[in-house]
Every structure is written in C-alpha cells, then in structure tokens.
C-alpha cells in the first residue's frame, strides 16, 4: 500500500515539475517575432523597441521578420502556422477585417494572446499639395461626392487605421461604401504614395507620418483621439469636428498560435511586461512618439473579441458583407 502511494505521488508530483522547469527554462535558444508589415512603419518601429528591451531585461535573443506582403496576411497567416512553443510569436493587430475582405478569415481562436504593449490613435492625413486645409473640408467633401476619392488603409483595408476612421465618416453621414479603399504593405509605402498624388488620404498612426510630416510633404488633417497626442498637439480633434469626442485607433500586442501553453504564455507575458516597464522602452517609445498601452493576457483576450464584434459593425457598412 505504501508503495502504490509513492507510485500515485510520483505521477502527479513529476509532471508538475517537468512542466514547471520547462517554463523556468524558456528560450534556450534564440525565439523570432514576425511583424506583418514592411519594414519603417510603426509596427516595425515599436516592436523593435520592445524587442530590445526584451533582451536587455531578459537576456533571450530575439530576432525580427518582417512579412508585410498582402497588407500583413502573409505575416499573420506565418503566425498562425507556426509550431506552438513559444519559440515564434508575431505582432498583433486589428486583424478582423481581412475576413470580410476576403483576404483571410483570421478569428482570435487562431491565436495565443500574450500582451499588449501599444496603442495608438488613427488619423487622417492627406498630402502638402491638398487642397483640403481642414478635416470638416475634407468629410464635406467626401460626403457630397463619395466616389470620388481615394483612401490609402495604410496595411490591409478593414483594420488597423481605416475601420475607425470609416466608423466617424459612417457617423458624419458619409456613404462609405462608395469610397476607394486601397490596401497596403504598411503605412510606409502608403506615405510615399500619398506624398506623390497616388491616393488623396491615408488613415494612418502620427507617429508613423511623423517624418513626412516634418517634411512638409503630408499634413495631418484630424486625429481620433479625445485629447491632444503627446507631442502633435497641434493636430486637431476629429471630436471637434464631430461636436463628441471620438477615439479610435490601434492596439499592438504579442501573440502566438493557437496551442501555446499557459506557462509559456505566461513566460512571454512576464517579459513583455518586464520591457514595458523598463526605462528604456519608455524613452525609445516617448522619442519615437508611441503609445505605451500595457495589457496582461486575459485583458488581450477581451481587447480582442471587442474588435471583431465593433469590426463587424463597420465593415458591414463598407458593403464587404454582402
């Protein structure tokens, strides 16, 4: 009898030990994050920076790809084929609306959230050669004639920059179904070609038109935030506009494929959480102009299933529904 105790102990006690020690482990070797996006753009930008707070404050060795080949469906669908050991995870995104797109049909069981380390408001910009001076110019006229104009989504149409930004248009009465949405590889190569007369807005972050901002080439008309952004203070509100405040934007996160353990969930969550904290992910954040937006994994996972609900809503509007 004593020994069939120890023999029932054993089974239960080693177990726990294999897994326990497994995640006290992890990474023994190098671990990859895929950003599905070109390289420049805010994606790229701020998931480098917490990468290489990851390092300094953890000691893994962390290795970028960038795959924003079809608006960031290459990278996610890379993502969501992976082995699920931790050993490579992506950045996340609005991701809802390549299903009704028809580019993909990603959903958040295809993921293991981990967390969020950025957010940020979207606006909407158009070129230095613009007649359009304000953002109440620019949804004037968009509304009288629709069909008209072009929009640059930045990455893929129905995500990141352009869901909230059609959502105000929807609110401002405007048919947005009628607009020509045009996807990207990221807000990079949108910029370039809203600078050079290609589109006549993009729905992109500040900080990521920053540069073309500062050389007069872009001009940023309205931002969907309800109070000034840090360091574009003199971009007006779109809620000024509007007569409420509008708030509407992105959200960076880490995650996984399905299938990822709890404890190596938790071991990528420890660390981005670690580097969040961190002064220098703070500083490179603050000099880069981005959001700092921490989220554990639950709180992820909630963020996520709001954004395909409210996704849902406008992309219906955009007649991708039907």
Known sequence: MICSRNYLLALTVVPFMVSVGWA????TRPVTIIVPAAAGGGGDTTTRILARSIEQEMGWTVSIINQGQGGGVVGLTSMVNAEPDGYTVGLLFPYAGYKYTGQADFAGADFSPMANFNGDSSSLVTSASSPFETLADALDAIKAEPSKYKIHCSGGCGSVWDVPVAGMMMDYGIDVEKITWIPGQGAATGLQELASGGVDFQTV????????????LVRPLGVLSPEPVPGFEDVPLAGEVMGHPVDGGTWRALGGPAGVSDDIIKAWEDAAQKAVQSDSFKNAMKTANFGVKWMPTEDLAVLMKSHEEDTARVMAALGYSK
């Open 24 to 27: 006290a482990d992890f990474p």
């Open 205 to 216: 972050s500040l900080p990521e038109a920053s540069g073309l901002i500062s050389a007069g």
